[in-house]
């Protein structure tokens, strides 16, 4: 397996603009988490979902942030409008349920959105 | 409230001597225990695990750790440091009790081994 994929690696946009970044998860895990990271607030739990169904989304900041998993092989973060505050690191992360999976209750990240929002 | 602390932001240690990481908890019941590793620019790496019995786990690249269940504590070891293991290395818990799958992390402790 490929490992959990995240496109794209880098973006760059501007204040005001609508940015979605995607994340593929690895095939037959059950969960899929996203995380923004920054200097400032470290690593932070933006939402999971458990097949497909989003169960915790108390980590989203504002409305700006959606996020959606229409199958078991992809998901969006979707921030709209855009802020430079908005500006991190966003991982995407995947599992199998827990107990489940050898190691369980091991989350694969992947490597990772960088986001600039000028 | 439930958290994780690591009270060291950066470690620096010589090669070929031996790295300790800290780790502290505050998370109620018997929680999971994890640590991981990011290297520059990339996703964070499970390194190993603790649910419950021996307090002393083997992880990947010949990291293990100490758990403490008493202190809440948990401190990552390596006998002999590369080079090669300067990287970010982060303890995180998740709370049984909270009926979520959530992991706590903590802020990280940057690692840097000196040739």
């Known amino acids: 397996d490929a490992g959990v994929i995240q496109s794209p690696r880098h973006e760059v946009t501007e204040m005001g603009q609508e940015v979605t970044l995607r994340c593929k998860p690895i095939?037959?895990?059950?969960?899929l988490f996203w995380y923004r990271q920054t200097m400032m607030r470290g690593l932070e739990l933006l939402i999971y979902?458990?097949?497909?169904?989003?169960?915790?989304d108390s980590g989203m900041p504002e409305d700006r942030f959606s996020a959606k998993m229409p199958n078991a092989s992809f998901s969006t973060l979707k921030i709209q409008p855009s802020e430079p505050r908005d500006s991190a690191v966003y991982f995407c992360a995947s599992s199998f349920a827990p107990g489940q999976g050898a190691p369980s209750d091991t989350q694969y990240f992947g490597p990772g959105t960088r986001l600039t929002v000028l | 409230a439930q958290s994780v602390a690591q009270p060291e932001d950066q470690v620096n240690v010589a090669e070929g001597n031996p790295l300790t990481v800290k780790c502290t908890y505050s998370?109620?019941?018997?929680?999971?225990l994890f640590w991981y590793v990011q290297y520059p620019n990339r996703g964070l790496q499970f390194l190993l695990k603790y649910i419950t019995g021996d307090n002393l786990v083997k992880g990947s690249y010949g990291f293990e750790a100490e758990f403490n269940k008493s202190q809440t504590s948990s401190h990552l070891k390596k006998p002999s440091a590369l080079v090669s293991d300067s990287a970010l290395y982060f303890c995180?818990?998740?709370?049984?009790?909270?009926?979520?799958?959530?992991?706590?992390f903590g802020t990280g402790t940057r690692l840097k081994v000196l040739a």
């Open positions: 995180a818990v998740r709370d049984l009790t909270s009926g979520t799958y959530k992991y706590i």
């Open positions: 095939s037959g895990h059950d969960y």
């Open positions: 979902f458990n097949n497909n169904v989003p169960i915790d």
């Open positions: 998370v109620s019941g018997n929680p999971y």
